[in-house]
């Protein structure tokens, strides 16, 4: 198998992993309860990823403060607004849904960028926008095949900020991943963002009873988020992307949106009808425009 090929297959088992992921969500949820369910995940994450981090030793890059504060608010993102909101979200709507809606973070990464970075927004990825938001408009209201309820809009709300948060805090961590390196960045997020969801253990009163009555699917399905999802993926991703650059890598990160939709109905029997997949394509188009700009300037500034 030759180099690059290799690389194209770790990100497209990236996207089928992190479009299950949502399946995952979903199928846990009957099990526990979604505050229960992410203390459960991280858990059980921190468990496997601290020793790692561990061995490194010297390795391990030193953070000025202010590196630090911003390393804790992208955690604090990351677990609250994107983890916490997405499986609330999952309560109400279903999960191919989720995983669609979810992945319009390039959206609201490019909107941030402009204006937290400086970062150029160009007519492409203004219309970007647009398209994809209006696919997100398509997919709450004509999606679901039946009269639109107040559930189904919080719902979407949810996952919508979901991929705000998520997008937020890939914009905090981009000058420190440049700087330090992915991995070691990505993990004290991770750990910060863990701490900082410890105190919401009270109020996760099925936590113990429902990890003590876990079913063995839930056990696969929960060790499947954190170490599929979390870990494995992780380390395909940046494999791939160490690989292939990021425009390729960018590409597949767009075929999550689709597989999340498939695995629904191929596991979970969630109905796909015609205006659900008009507003795959309109956010799948709004995305690619996103990205086409995104690649254009890249290549722009290689040129100067």
């Not at 992190?18 to 921190?46: C, Q």
């Not at 696919?135 to 999606?143: E, S």
């Not at 991995?183 to 009163?205: K, M, Q």
């Amino acid at each position: 198998m030759s180099g690059r090929l290799r690389y194209h297959l770790y990100l497209f088992l990236v996207c089928w992993i992190w479009g299950l992921a949502f399946i995952a969500m979903k199928v846990l949820l009957d099990e526990l309860g979604f505050l229960s369910l992410n203390i459960a995940r991280f858990l059980l994450t921190v468990l496997f990823l601290a020793p790692a981090v561990l061995v490194a030793g010297k390795k391990r890059p030193s953070l000025s403060p202010g590196e630090w504060i911003l390393v804790i608010a992208a955690g604090i993102a990351a677990v609250y607004g994107y983890h916490l909101a997405v499986t609330y979200g999952e309560t109400m709507v279903p999960a191919g849904t989720a995983g669609l809606i979810a992945n319009v973070t390039p959206v609201f990464a490019a909107l941030l960028s402009r204006f937290m970075l400086h970062e150029s927004l160009g007519p492409w990825k203004a219309a970007g926008t647009v398209m994809a938001l209006g696919g997100v408009a398509v997919v709450t209201v004509l999606g679901a095949g039946e009269e639109l309820g107040m559930g189904r809009v919080q719902g979407i709300l949810f996952v919508l900020l979901s991929a705000f948060a998520w997008a937020l805090y890939t914009v905090l961590l981009k000058p420190l991943t440049d700087a330090h390196g992915a991995f070691f960045v990505t993990s004290y997020a991770i750990f910060a963002g863990t701490l900082a969801l410890l105190p919401l253990g009270p109020f996760a009163r099925d936590l113990p009873s429902g990890i003590a009555s876990l079913s063995a699917s839930g056990w696969g399905w929960l060790l499947f988020l954190s170490l599929g999802c979390t870990l494995l993926g992780y380390l395909l991703y940046s494999k791939g992307l160490e690989g292939l650059g990021a425009s390729q890598a960018a590409f597949y990160i767009y075929l999550v949106a689709p597989i999340a939709l498939f695995w629904g109905w191929a596991l979970l029997g969630e109905r796909v009808n015609a205006a659900l997949l008009l507003g795959t394509a309109m956010i799948l188009a709004g995305l690619m425009a996103v990205g086409w700009e995104e690649r254009g300037s890249r290549a722009g500034c290689r040129r100067g």
